[in-house]
């Protein structure tokens, strides 16, 4: 079983509109990190959360991590052709920086 | 600077065989690790290391080889590749904090 559920797998929107993408863990997390990929890229990271009610903004894209620490959220608002492509969550569950990942969200914008 | 360098792109490997996934890091970061790709899975942890000549496994060790003699590289073998072999493969480091992992562009491993 996947220890870091993503959701939706995929995600079809149309330019300028909001978008979320969930990110659950079945334990308290030490570090909570999301990554961006192109397609037959590599990952490119975005922002890193770490406290409990933590929130994060990188330009349009802004994440938030639940008190708990279980459960992340990545929110992309007024969305753009250049948003498209993989976004993965990445967990450090021990501060070793052993870093699990989740199985990733396609999003796709039309323009 | 280079970042996270990785060779070969591209590789077809021959049931049996043996071969080095190389990777390579410019930026002096104590904490690197090994990951392969596969549709619907995510990315998996192979071997990871967070100094010079400290090596760990990951979620999917077997079959794979790792060392870290240098803080810069920290190489992959495959021991005798199988087809579940076939893959991505992404290396990537980190200086520890908050800053997260750097990743290499991948190396795509077909395994026949």
């Known amino acids: 079983s996947q220890e870091l559920e993503q959701s939706p797998q995929s995600l079809i929107v149309q330019e300028g509109k909001n978008l979320t993408i969930n990110c659950t863990s079945s334990?308290?997390?030490?570090?909570l990190y999301w990554y961006k990929q192109k397609y037959g890229e590599g990952l490119i990271f975005l922002m890193m959360?770490?406290?409990?009610?933590e929130e994060k903004s990188h330009e349009k894209i802004t994440a938030k991590l639940d008190e708990k620490k279980q459960q992340s959220s990545l929110h992309i608002t007024a969305s753009q052709p250049s948003h498209a492509g993989i976004y993965l969550c990445?967990?450090?569950?021990?501060?070793?920086?052993?870093?699990?990942f989740g199985t990733g969200t396609r999003l796709k914008v039309l323009a | 600077n280079a970042g996270v360098t990785q060779t070969p792109k591209f590789q077809v490997l021959k049931t049996g065989q043996s071969m080095t996934l190389q990777c390579a890091q410019d930026?002096?970061?104590?904490?690197m690790s090994w990951y392969r790709q596969d549709p619907g899975m995510g990315l998996r942890l192979i071997h990871y290391?967070?100094?010079?000549?400290?090596?760990d496994q990951g979620e999917v060790p077997n079959g794979y080889n790792v060392s870290r003699s240098t803080t810069e590289d920290f190489p992959l073998r495959l021991l005798s590749a199988a087809p579940s072999q076939t893959s991505v493969y992404f290396c990537?480091?980190?200086?520890?904090?908050?800053?997260?992992?750097?990743f290499g562009s991948g190396t795509r491993l077909t395994v026949v």
């Open positions: 959360l770490q406290k409990g009610g």
């Open positions: 290391s967070v100094g010079a000549g400290i090596t």
């Open positions: 334990k308290t997390l030490y570090g």
């Open positions: 930026m002096n970061h104590e904490y």
């Open positions: 990445g967990a450090d569950r021990s501060g070793t920086y052993k870093y699990i």
């Open positions: 990537a480091s980190s200086p520890g904090g908050r800053d997260g992992y750097t």
